[in-house]
């Protein structure tokens, strides 16, 4: 019997232009969403786009010229990080992607997104830092894991045997 787009779940992920971020998507692609297992999901994949005021800072005169060209950079990063993992899932055969880049705190994006698409589950990357730098920069995935309303998995890099 085949499923309805309406009946499948969907699996988020949460990109970047990290190495973290690709291992998260690829490890998805590989374990929950192989060719052999049964397509059940809808993959989202969430961008969260810094603003462009986060970008810059304080910016005195001449910003009108400034803004305009940051704008257009953060733009192109946006298209070729999603355009990047969209090819990464087509050429794992997940066509079944879409791609939604919202501008914010990606903890807050993150959390939101999980909303906004009735996600049952939520796939982040980890950065791997220890107690001290998470407490001082902070953890999206720590962040998500307390208040994603879904299921989280954190994907960490894995460690390379000698």
């Given at each position: ?34 060719p052999t297992l049964n ?124």
């Amino acid at each position: 019997m085949a499923t309805t787009e309406s009946e499948k779940q969907v699996i988020l992920i949460g990109i970047d232009d990290s190495d973290f971020s690709t291992n998260a998507l690829l490890w998805t692609l590989d374990h929950l969403l192989s060719p052999t297992l049964n397509h059940n999901f809808k993959l989202v994949l969430v961008y969260a786009r810094p603003s462009v005021s986060a970008s810059v800072g304080f910016v005195g005169p001449g910003a009108s010229e400034v803004l305009p060209i940051v704008e257009a950079d953060l733009r192109r990063i946006a298209a070729k990080v999603t355009e990047n993992a969209i090819d990464l899932c087509h050429k794992k055969s997940v066509n079944d992607v879409s791609v939604d880049v919202m501008e914010g705190d990606p903890r807050i994006v993150l959390c939101d997104a999980v909303e906004k698409h009735h996600a049952s589950m939520l796939v982040v990357g980890s950065h791997g830092y220890g107690a001290l730098k998470r407490a001082v920069l902070g953890s999206v995935s720590d962040y998500c894991a307390h208040h994603a309303h879904c299921t989280v998995m954190i994907v960490k890099k894995p460690k390379h045997k000698h």
